[in-house]
């Protein structure tokens, strides 16, 4: 009975498909009966939340698709007609719809803009796959109550998604990611939902000409513009916006990975189109060899995060999240910059040790920049997964763009003095403490494994990782003084601190590690960096068998 009900759900939903593709890979399973894949497919629903959908390309509610999307479109224009959308006059709300270089984002794009269209909102979409930082300027550019972005970001070739934003141009949050998916769920069937063939705007250049003149805020004026840099796109849409904003900061001409400058839905030269995942620089890193610039910088494929890279000694190596946090931050301090450095909880604790020293507010929030934007007076967020928010006022979401320029800037200008962004890392060791962090990061294709490793770190608590002491554990699914619940574990040590979380957009249990390690002056720097190395080894072992990963 059970193959019966899920032939009959799975031609229900044939039935109404409006995709060509997806009705063909469809009833190709029904015909040859593929339980499994059908079960895969029809074992539930996409769940919508803090971060929108995203999931793998296919046919059924469990995949990304334009019966999925449509869908969503729908709850989220009922979600924004009850919340009494602002109207000017008698115009309806506006929403601003921008999609990626991925496999169906702009026909995901185009059913939105239909979708609002009939549902009586007003909606305009970006005439190409550009960033999606440009998508979340031009939602406060134009005064818009809603945007959404087609973006899986730098999930792999399979994957799509759909995030979305409200009118202050940050991303959404309980309730309203609750709410939106009752809206969702109430959706009876597609022919219900509105689509009209026209009706919508298409925005020009002059969307993206205003973001870049908005970038000249980032940077100072007369500051150096003298460092070379090698740039990849990672297959993704960032290139030409990263060039135009170069060439109008006046800074040299990036020199471009050839293999990985065009959008390229396939990612062919990547096994994840993440910069943070091994081999994935590795042709940045030869074009380097080739040219010596002073500074690699990748996006990547929405172009919202910015990786950086350095020579260190004799090779390149990447640069950690938090060590470009830590420079953008100090680079930020010295011009001068008011305001409040915000970070999510996973990032290093430096930051706020920075921030105090200037006398600035510090505060931490949940990971994401959902949770960043929304700090009060933000001058400047990070979070360790490359996310930089630089310009709040432009963009209120991170910007990997943005972020480039202020890190290129900071290269030209540790370069008049014949510095380097290692020699300023080395600063900030010996002013602050070494912050050394890492990640045990584990991906898995059983979800279940997470949920187990989860419940045996809270039934069995560790009480020491490395020999340090555990003088703090906190289960964050019930929230703190300063932070609304969500599901991690926070453990502070003597010297150290690890959280411990599910991913919120991959199937990972991620773990973020700290050490801070006293150092007296430079030459205490190779001891000191030693120890941390070891220690966090150390800590990674411990931590793995507790949670039997």
């Not at 803090?50 to 059924?60: D, F, N, Q, S």
């Not at 007076?377 to 997964?385: F, M, V």
């Not at 990061?441 to 608590?461: K, N, T, Y």
């Amino acid at each position: 009975m059970e193959d019966v009900a899920l032939i009959a759900q799975a031609q229900a939903w044939l039935a109404e498909d409006p995709d060509p593709d997806t009705r063909e890979e469809l009833a190709r399973l029904v015909d040859t009966g593929d339980h499994t894949e059908l079960a895969a497919r029809f074992g539930g629903t996409l769940q919508f939340g803090t971060a929108g959908l995203r999931g793998e390309l296919g046919a059924g509610p469990m995949r990304m698709n334009r019966s999925v999307v449509i869908r969503a479109a729908a709850g989220l224009a009922a979600y924004l007609k009850k919340q009494g959308t602002p109207h000017g006059d008698d115009t309806a709300g506006l929403v601003v719809i921008g999609y990626d270089a991925r496999h169906k984002s702009a026909t995901f794009a185009e059913d939105t803009a239909a979708v609002m269209t009939g549902a009586g909102l007003r909606a305009a979409v970006l005439d190409r796959p550009l960033p999606t930082p440009v998508l979340a300027f031009a939602i406060r550019h134009l005064g818009a109550v809603a945007g959404v972005e087609v973006t899986a970001s730098h999930n792999p070739p399979r994957d799509n998604g759909y995030k979305v934003y409200l009118g202050d141009g940050s991303q959404i949050v309980p309730p309203a990611d609750a709410e939106i998916a009752a809206e969702i769920e109430a959706v009876a069937s597609l022919a219900a939902v509105p689509r009209p063939t026209e009706g919508w705007e298409t925005l020009g250049d002059a969307v993206l000409d205003a973001y870049l003149a908005r970038t000249d805020a980032v940077l100072a004026k007369g500051s150096p513009r003298t460092a070379r840099t090698v740039y990849t796109a990672m297959h993704g849409v960032g290139k030409d916006v990263l060039l135009a904003a170069f060439a109008r900061a006046g800074f040299p001409t990036p020199e471009l990975v050839a293999e990985q400058a065009e959008p390229d839905p396939e990612f062919p030269t990547v096994a994840f189109p993440n910069p943070e995942e091994p081999g994935a620089m590795d042709l940045a890193f030869a074009k380097a060899r080739e040219t010596d610039p002073d500074l690699v910088i990748a996006n990547d494929p929405d172009a919202d995060r910015c990786a950086a890279a350095v020579k260190d000694g004799a090779d390149w190596r990447m640069l950690r999240g938090d060590e470009v946090g830590a420079l953008l931050a100090a680079h930020l301090v010295r011009r001068g910059a008011t305001g409040t450095f915000a970070e999510s909880i996973v990032s290093s604790s430096l930051l706020g040790r920075i921030a105090e020293k200037a006398g600035l507010p510090h505060e931490e929030t949940l990971t994401g920049f959902k949770w960043i934007a929304r700090v009060e007076g933000l001058r400047y967020g990070y979070e360790e997964a490359l996310g930089y928010c630089v310009d709040p006022e432009g963009v209120r979401d991170k910007d990997g763009i943005t972020a480039a320029l202020l890190l290129t800037e900071l290269a030209s200008d540790l370069k008049a003095d014949g510095r380097t962004l290692l020699d300023l890392l080395d600063d900030l060791a010996v002013e602050h403490g070494l912050h050394a962090t890492d990640q045990l990061s584990v991906r898995v294709q059983d979800l279940g494994i997470i949920a187990s490793a989860m419940r045996r770190l809270r039934e069995q608590p560790p009480t020491e990782l490395a020999g340090l002491r555990i003088t703090t554990a906190e289960d964050l699914t019930r929230g703190t003084e300063k932070l609304p619940p969500t599901d991690g574990l926070r453990y502070t040590l003597d010297g150290a601190r690890v959280v411990v979380r599910p991913s919120g957009t991959e199937p990972k249990l991620k773990c973020y590690l700290e050490v801070v390690v006293p150092v007296p002056d430079k030459a205490g720097l190779p001891e000191a960096r030693a120890r941390a190395a070891a220690l966090l080894e150390r800590i990674k072992q411990d931590l793995a068998r507790a949670a039997g990963i």
